[in-house]
């Protein structure tokens, strides 16, 4: 049914959730919860994550979601700087973290289907989430203003830091949900059913999610990505509208001929993704099998929507993501801060005018850094073509110099996942005394593949040029992924640097 959320067997009402929400709300309050505070989660996808939203919405509070990969140091780090005054956690994700919580931190729990012991909390007791929440009636205060998002980052290059947005203006609410119902295929009066892929720690899983339920969709939650899965879950609940990343795609493309061809997916009527670069090949490949239904956008946690690519797009300017939408901006920047030229690289410079700007959460001096010409940079780098389409290249701290010359190894990585005997890859830069830097592939063979770093370097030799191929390689059974989909390359890297004068 529409208005729903659904996860494996079980399917509860948002008329359901919302409720439990307002109960929520009403016991937040009387724990001296008020608007402009913060509740923390650290909750895999589940039920509970709606519950918490709906009742931080109702009193004004921030959520922040906490990603249940971080070490014990960084999720303690996130309650303390987020000053969350309740964290709402999965028992068995408690389980590693509960000793150095906070002494003035109310913890709920979430059952992970496993029974849960008495182990922290007020007289060393657990307080289950649902009990608790049912002991109180729904909230019946007044609405409190419009609040905005604190999401903390992923921590890849040092502790979480939290992106602290203030609410929209409210003139700019009408255009904002325009653009919105434009990057993600809604309009009014649409049923939507849709599926979500991604964990809802992330940014844009969590924003696709509860604008769905704001659209009354029926919604059913993926509590990990797993590409046959999600296309039995479109077949089965004739699903309509997608969020995914391109790893995602990578995987499905991956699927035997014959899994890929078992399941009616003719119910999708418009895709969208994000996050990182998605190679040509790749999207090609997804068109061809899904249709003229896949979009793209491009932005980021801190600037919001910058750009929109549709599938005519993609056809006639592969790799490119897009066009500004309304309100964005862009300058393009050299190494010595000088805008450049049509088609010539540099590093992307935004602002989404129509979004609220963003903070740093105590980190001032660091959102200062990023700042040119009230222009933000997020590290990305591309270029811009004459007929105004963006290009994303890579990211800075990703670029390799090799020889004085700069490689992306995002370009590599794009042709090479597409070989038919490569299940996964990623390419970084290594220290060499000669060049600077040299690159290194890592590489995950599909299916029973034997294939050798020599076959790699002939295959990858005829299609792009000499110094973009690896010439050494690493064969592992898996990559350091988040469940967003991002490589965790700084821990790829940082065996082959940790004797050398460079930074990595």
């Given at each position: 049914m529409s208005?729903?959320?659904s996860i494996?067997r079980?399917?509860v009402?948002l008329v359901?959730?919302?409720e439990?929400?307002?109960?929520a709300a009403?016991g937040?309050?009387?724990?001296?919860?008020?608007a402009?505070?913060?509740?923390?989660?650290?909750l895999?996808?589940?039920?509970?994550?709606f519950?918490?939203a709906?009742?931080?919405?109702?009193?004004?509070v921030y959520?922040?979601?906490i990603?249940?990969?971080?070490?014990?140091s960084?999720v303690?780090h996130?309650?303390q700087?987020?000053?969350?005054?309740i964290?709402v956690?999965h028992?068995?994700?408690?389980?590693?973290?509960?000793?150095?919580?906070?002494?003035?931190v109310?913890v709920?729990?979430?059952?992970?289907?496993t029974?849960?012991?008495a182990?922290?909390g007020?007289?060393?007791v657990l307080?289950l989430?649902?009990?608790?929440?049912?002991?109180?009636?729904?909230?019946?205060?007044?609405a409190?203003?419009?609040?905005?998002?604190?999401?903390?980052?992923?921590?890849t290059?040092?502790?979480p830091?939290?992106i602290r947005?203030?609410?929209?203006h409210?003139?700019?609410?009408p255009v904002?949900?325009?653009?919105?119902?434009?990057?993600?295929?809604?309009?009014?009066?649409q049923?939507?059913?849709?599926?979500v892929?991604?964990?809802?720690?992330?940014s844009?899983p969590?924003?696709?999610?509860l604008?769905?339920?704001?659209?009354?969709?029926?919604?059913?939650?993926?509590?990990r990505?797993?590409a046959?899965?999600?296309?039995?879950?479109i077949?089965?609940?004739?699903?309509?509208h997608?969020?995914?990343?391109?790893?995602?795609?990578?995987?499905?493309?991956?699927?035997?001929?014959?899994?890929?061809g078992?399941?009616?997916?003719?119910?999708?009527?418009y895709?969208?993704?994000?996050?990182a670069?998605?190679?040509p090949?790749?999207?090609?490949?997804?068109?061809?099998?899904?249709?003229?239904?896949?979009?793209?956008?491009?932005?980021a946690?801190e600037?919001?929507?910058?750009s929109?690519?549709?599938?005519?797009?993609a056809?006639?300017k592969?790799?490119?993501?897009?066009?500004?939408?309304e309100g964005?901006?862009?300058m393009?920047?050299?190494?010595d801060?000088?805008?450049?030229?049509?088609?010539?690289?540099g590093?992307?410079?935004l602002?989404q005018?129509?979004?609220?700007?963003f903070d740093y959460?105590?980190?001032?001096?660091?959102?200062?850094?990023?700042e040119?010409?009230?222009?933000?940079?997020v590290?990305?780098?591309?270029?811009?073509?004459?007929?105004g389409?963006?290009?994303?290249m890579?990211?800075?701290?990703?670029?390799?110099?090799?020889g004085?010359?700069n490689?992306?190894?995002a370009e590599t990585?794009a042709?090479?996942?597409t070989?038919?005997?490569i299940?996964?890859?990623?390419?970084?830069?290594?220290p060499?005394?000669?060049?600077?830097?040299r690159?290194?592939?890592f590489?995950?063979?599909s299916?029973?593949?034997d294939?050798?770093?020599?076959?790699?370097i002939?295959?990858l030799?005829?299609?792009?040029?000499?110094y973009?191929?690896p010439?050494?390689?690493?064969?592992?059974?898996?990559?350091?992924r988040?469940?967003?989909?991002?490589?965790?390359?700084?821990?790829?890297?940082?065996?082959?640097?940790?004797?050398s004068?460079a930074?990595?």
């Open positions: 208005g729903s959320v494996g079980q399917q009402s359901e959730l919302r439990h929400g307002a109960r009403t937040f309050s009387q724990l001296g919860v008020s402009g505070d913060c509740v923390a989660t650290l895999r996808n589940d039920f509970s994550c519950e918490v709906f009742a931080a919405d109702l009193l004004g959520v922040a979601p990603n249940w990969h971080n070490k014990s960084e303690v996130v309650i700087d987020s000053g969350a005054r964290l956690a028992d068995d994700l408690l389980a590693a973290v509960q000793s150095d919580i906070p002494d003035n109310n709920f729990v979430v059952p992970s289907g029974n849960v012991g182990s922290v007020d007289d060393n307080t989430w649902q009990d608790w929440l049912n002991s109180f009636n729904e909230w019946q205060g007044e409190p203003p419009p609040v905005g998002s604190m999401i903390y980052t992923s921590g290059t040092g502790l830091k939290g947005r203030q609410p929209p409210p003139k700019n609410l904002i949900k325009k653009i919105k119902d434009q990057m993600f295929g809604f309009s009014t009066g049923e939507i059913r849709t599926v892929t991604g964990p809802l720690y992330h844009a969590y924003r696709w999610a604008d769905s339920a704001a659209a009354n969709a029926f919604i059913a939650i993926q509590q990505f797993d046959e899965d999600l296309l039995s879950l077949e089965t609940h004739s699903i309509t997608l969020q995914m990343v391109p790893t995602m795609f990578w995987r499905l493309l991956k699927l035997p001929e014959e899994i890929r078992k399941y009616d997916l003719c119910s999708l009527e895709v969208v993704h994000a996050a670069p998605c190679p090949g790749v999207k090609q490949s997804m068109l061809d099998w899904w249709g003229p239904i896949i979009h793209e956008y491009y932005g946690s600037i919001g929507p910058i929109l690519a549709n599938p005519d797009d056809v006639r592969p790799g490119t993501v897009g066009r500004l939408l964005a901006k862009i393009v920047l050299d190494d801060g000088n805008e450049v030229g049509t088609s010539q690289i590093e992307f410079y602002r005018t129509l979004w609220p700007d959460h105590n980190k001032p001096e660091e959102r200062a850094a990023l040119k010409d009230g222009l933000v940079t590290g990305d780098v591309g270029y811009v073509d004459e007929d389409y963006l290009f994303l890579d990211r800075a701290k990703d670029m390799v110099i090799s004085g010359v490689i992306y190894p990585e042709v090479l996942v070989m038919p005997e299940a996964d890859c990623a390419v970084i830069g290594i060499d005394r000669e060049f600077g830097e690159l290194l592939a590489v995950v063979r299916g029973d593949s294939i050798d770093s020599q076959g790699i002939k295959w030799s005829s299609k792009i040029s000499g973009k191929v010439r050494e390689y690493v064969f592992q059974d898996s990559l350091p988040e469940d967003s989909g991002k490589v965790f390359k700084k821990e790829l890297r940082s065996q082959y640097w940790v004797d004068d930074k990595i």
